[in-house]
Structure formats: C-alpha cells, structure tokens
C-alpha cells in the first residue's frame, strides 16, 4: 500500500512504514495522515512496525510553509502532528525506528515516540531545534522529552536546541544504538523480529499502564496548549 509519500508493506509479520516524499520527509497532512492509517492496518497485519525514511533523511520535522500559511492551518498541522505522536507513542505493537538520516524537530519526536531507536553512521544531524526556528516548544513535546532524553542534556536539548552527531544522539536518549547507513533498515527489521516474539498483550498492557496517563493529560489540554503555542509564532 502507498500512501501520501507513506509507503507500507508487510514482511514476515513486520510492518514497515517508509516515508519518502522525494525531498526531506518534512511532515504535512498527507505523510501525517498515511503514517495514521498505516499504525492501524499494522494493528490487524503484524507483530511489531518499522520505521523508516528516505537515504540521508528520516524526517526534517513539520513542514514551515505550511506552518507559516497562517494561524488556522498552523494550528491545523500541529494539532495533527500531535496526535499522529501520540498515537505513535501509545500504539500497542513494539515500534522500531530506522532513522536513515537526518532527523530533526517532528522528525526526532518521531524517535521520542518510538519503543527503540536504530540510527545511521554518518554526518547526520539529530535533535529539537525549534527554538533556532523560532517556535516554542510544546506541551507533548516536553512530555516526550522528559520521558526518553537523558535528564543531563535536557536544557541542551530542549531549550538551545542543540544538534548532536548520531553517536551524540545515543548518550542524549534519540537513539539506543548505530548501525551502518546501507544495514540500518536490515538492523531495525532484526529488532523488530525479536520484540514480536514477546507475549503481545503482555507488551500492549505494559506500554498503557506506562504511558496512557501521560497521554491522557496531553490530550485533555491539547487544543488550548496548542492555540497558546500558535499566537506565540
């Protein structure tokens, strides 16, 4: 199935979710859109989902000319951008990131959001750099921050925006290992395989009761922490 620049196909009960929009993955209503229609086809066709970006970039965060557009399609593309998120965090299934590049804003969220992290050797640049844009940060982002970066770089991260080589990453919390670029999708796959062989509901119940709370609060004041956060653009 191709989707909107998402592609997905099942293997050996492993979803694989790529984006490639043919440039720098940066997220509009379309790759939002297949990537929610592909988490819940993975629901009823595998074990565990994979994904992926194009070579040299997994995603360069959301899309600016339509954040820019005006305050109604911006708070459109933010509202969607946290839900996919959110739902990416909370899916039931182990999800296994391949991150084929570069990944910033959105595009490192991604990483927050996903069970494990699998990142490509080379000079590629990972992290949260809203603020260099001129966006503050928002209350699910700060969520996931908190819950998958290393306390220690926390103000780093999330307030300077820095940028980290992907070895870097691994010390920050975006990623949990490095593979070679041409073996990272084949590294993720093996991961995502061995997570399927664990009991799902067992890891579908441990991944509410850790998470679905945390979810819970930022959905419940998604709408108004978003409207604040677009007057502040």
């Known amino acids: 199935?191709?989707?909107?620049?998402?592609?997905?196909?099942?293997?050996?009960s492993l979803a694989i979710i790529r984006l490639d929009d043919g440039k720098a993955n940066a997220l509009n209503h379309a790759l939002i859109e297949g990537i929610n229609i592909s988490l819940d086809?993975?629901?009823d066709d595998a074990k565990a989902v994979v994904l992926t970006g194009r070579p040299?970039?997994?995603?360069?965060?959301?899309?600016?000319?339509?954040?820019?557009?005006?305050?109604?399609?911006?708070?459109?593309?933010?509202?969607?951008?946290?839900?996919?998120?959110?739902?990416?965090?909370?899916?039931?299934?182990?999800?296994?990131?391949?991150?084929?590049?570069?990944?910033?804003?959105?595009?490192a969220f991604m990483l927050l959001a996903s069970?494990?992290?699998?990142?490509?050797?080379?000079?590629?640049?990972?992290?949260?750099?809203?603020?260099?844009l001129g966006l503050?940060?928002?209350?699910?982002?700060?969520?996931?921050a908190r819950e998958r970066l290393s306390k220690r770089h926390f103000t780093t991260s999330i307030i300077q925006g820095q940028?980290?080589?992907?070895?870097?990453?691994?010390?920050?919390?975006?990623?949990?290992?490095?593979?070679?670029?041409?073996?990272?999708?084949?590294?993720?796959?093996?991961?995502?395989?061995?997570?399927?062989t664990l009991d799902?509901?067992?890891?579908?119940?441990n991944k509410e009761v850790a998470r679905g709370e945390l979810v819970k609060k930022v959905l419940d004041n998604l709408e108004t922490n978003i409207s604040e956060l677009i007057q502040g653009i």
């Open 200 to 205: 799902a509901s067992a890891y579908a119940y």
């Open 41 to 43: 086809k993975a629901k």
């Open 115 to 132: 069970d494990t992290r699998i990142g490509s050797e080379g000079d590629f640049k990972i992290g949260l750099n809203e603020v260099s």
């Open 163 to 196: 940028l980290y080589s992907p070895e870097e990453a691994i010390h920050v919390g975006f990623l949990d290992r490095l593979s070679p670029a041409d073996n990272v999708l084949n590294t993720a796959l093996e991961e995502a395989g061995r997570l399927a």
């Open 136 to 144: 503050p940060m928002s209350e699910f982002g700060f969520m996931l």
């Open 56 to 107: 040299g970039k997994f995603s360069a965060g959301v899309d600016l000319s339509v954040l820019r557009a005006g305050p109604k399609a911006a708070l459109d593309l933010v509202t969607e951008e946290a839900k996919m998120l959110l739902k990416l965090f909370l899916h039931p299934q182990p999800v296994v990131a391949a991150s084929t590049g570069h990944s910033m804003a959105a595009g």
């Open 1 to 12: 199935m191709s989707e909107n620049s998402v592609n997905y196909i099942v293997e050996q």
